[in-house]
């Protein structure tokens, strides 16, 4: 271990490889960034970012197309860009890898990856079959390139795995759980853990006595009821898609509706996961998934974007309402959080103005200030719990955990290729 020590965490999308170093002594954020449309020669684009303080003080972005057929040669591609303009030693420098993993079925905290471990992450793939297999294409590109260096793995679905059995059970045959594990597993967890620690620091609590309602608002979107520190319901389910409105997922649903339509548009299972997943949501509703737009059309009158924009701020007050229920009104804090709840203050206003009679009042200057990044609380002083807006940062949570399970003492030693 030495001062010049990296943490490395990567999320590895379809087509995507992302990526942020961290320094371990001091812990500090460094240079981060993606690698967009692998596979595609023409497109395939590397954008990064170093923090002002790497680059005398300015700051730097870039911007470079160049191709890579797999993540492993995108990984590659990073690993130059990083070693030319960062650090030349960054390939020695680096002692441990942490990887966001979506599906970890049961698993509860993050894990050191293995060849047992890894068999358990494709094992889950059978459940998550979009987004394990990415995740196991990153581990795979991060084992090839930085030979015998620790790798983490750090689970989306770990957080929720504390839901009692009330809440992960769906009303099916009890042998689909036992044999197939059919259950609501519950996702973005790295974020409503990073929440739900953030805002015991802002409300001067211990964690382990903080109750929370964390909202993450993105293009994905999940709401969790959070306990003493430790989730006991979230929206999301056996698959992301179940919850709210998103940008296209069509969030709850009738199953029977899903037979009809099959039934009706002789629907293959693929082309059914494809609507469902890809075609609905704010996408299907108004034609676009980007709330920016949809409010943009709402405020111009226009029907289907009034639709979409009401029906996305209406499921969110149903849950914070369902969530206060499960949490027996001992509420400290409703936080907003990604893309939307941390920029949108018009949303913000239209979930938490009607909620009025619940006790949460919201401070309007407050609220139209806290945007773009900033973190603070936007409640009412007569508001009867917080209204906390905290921008979320899943890899500084994913490095944080990747470090506790390594520990320092096993990261002397390691190589890279
Ligand atoms: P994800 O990580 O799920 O892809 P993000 O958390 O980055 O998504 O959120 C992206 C979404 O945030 C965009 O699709 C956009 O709809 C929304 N968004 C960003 N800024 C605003 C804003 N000012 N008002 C409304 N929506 C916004």
């Given at each position: 271990m030495s001062a010049s020590s990296k943490l490395l965490v990567l999320n590895a999308g379809s087509s995507s490889l992302k990526f942020k170093v961290f320094g371990v002594q001091p812990f500090a954020a460094g240079i981060g960034g993606m690698f967009d449309r692998i596979g595609d020669a023409i497109n395939c684009t590397l954008k990064a970012s170093a923090p002002a303080d790497l680059d005398g003080g300015k700051g730097r972005k870039w911007e470079i197309k160049i191709p890579a057929k797999d993540h492993v040669e995108a990984m590659q591609r990073i690993l130059d860009f990083i070693k030319g303009n960062v650090s030349s030693a960054f390939a020695r420098e680096v002692v441990a890898v942490g990887h966001r993993v979506v599906h970890g079925l049961e698993i509860s905290q993050p894990v050191l990856l293995t060849d047992k471990t890894i068999g358990k992450i494709r094992e889950a793939a059978v459940l998550a079959p979009l987004h394990n297999p990415p995740g196991l294409q990153g581990i795979d590109a991060a084992e090839k390139v930085f030979k015998g260096v620790p790798q983490v793995a750090v689970f989306d679905t770990a957080f929720h795995q504390t839901m009692p059995s009330q809440a992960f059970m769906?009303?099916?045959?009890?042998e689909l759980y036992e044999k197939h594990k059919i259950r609501r597993y519950g996702f973005h967890g790295t974020s409503h853990k990073y929440l739900v620690e953030q805002a015991a620091g802002m409300l001067g609590k211990p964690v382990s006595e903080t109750n929370v309602i964390t909202c993450h608002l993105g293009n994905g979107s999940s709401i969790a009821a959070i306990r003493g520190g430790l989730c006991i319901d979230t929206t999301m389910g056996m698959t992301p898609l179940e919850g709210l409105l998103m940008g296209t997922r069509c969030g709850d649903l009738d199953p029977a509706a899903v037979l009809f339509i099959q039934k009706q548009l002789n629907l293959s299972v693929q082309d059914t996961d494809t609507l469902l997943n890809k075609k609905s949501g704010l996408l299907g509703l108004t034609g676009s998934n980007d709330l920016r737009a949809v409010i943009e059309g709402a405020q111009r009158g226009e029907p289907r974007a009034e639709l979409g924009l009401a029906m996305f701020v209406y499921r969110v007050q149903k849950y914070i309402g369902a969530y206060w229920a499960a949490l027996g009104g001992k509420v400290d804090a409703v936080v907003f959080s990604a893309g939307i709840g941390e920029n949108s203050s018009v949303i913000r206003g239209l979930v938490i103005g009607p909620l009025k009679g619940m006790g949460l009042e919201l401070d309007v200057a407050a609220n139209d200030a806290t945007v773009g990044g900033r973190c603070g609380d936007i409640a009412a002083?007569?508001?009867r719990c917080r209204l906390l807006v905290i921008p979320t940062d899943e890899e500084l949570c994913i490095a944080e955990q990747t470090l506790q399970v390594v520990g320092f003492q096993n990261l002397t030693g390691a190589t890279a290729a």
């Open positions: 769906y009303g099916l045959p009890y002083p007569t508001s």
